[in-house]
């Protein structure tokens, strides 16, 4: 049983709810193929200030729409997600990039782009 973290880096998504439920079929179907199934998502909208309070707080996490230029509802939030980033990476969870968040994930890790 696992409790997701979505960082969603921009305001493409601001309907997005934290239900386990409403998961994509095919997000949830490689989540379980991994070995992780998801009881409850926590959602943060990184680009409104809403971070997580404690990077362990959730076992897997997936961040979300950051291209490559940066969204400008998130540009002024960047070093923000990358420092949770590079908190979350640090305690051992997995994380994953989903439209465009791989460059948060490599912004993080110090890789230019």
């Known amino acids: 049983m696992s ?18 439920a409403k998961l994509d079929g095919q997000l949830r179907a490689w989540l379980k193929h991994l070995g992780h199934q998801i009881t409850s998502v926590s959602v943060f909208a990184t680009f409104d200030g809403n971070v997580p309070q404690a990077s362990g707080e959730c076992d897997l996490w997936i961040v979300s729409g950051a291209s490559l230029d940066w969204h400008p509802s998130c540009r002024d939030r960047r070093g923000e997600l990358v420092r949770v980033l590079q908190a979350v990476a640090a305690t051992g969870a997995p994380v994953d990039g989903i439209h465009y968040g791989d460059h948060a994930i490599h912004a993080a890790s110090g890789s230019p782009f």
Do not use: E, R, S, T
């Open 3 to 20: 409790h997701l973290g979505i960082l969603l880096a921009c305001d493409h998504y601001p309907d997005v709810a934290p239900d386990a």
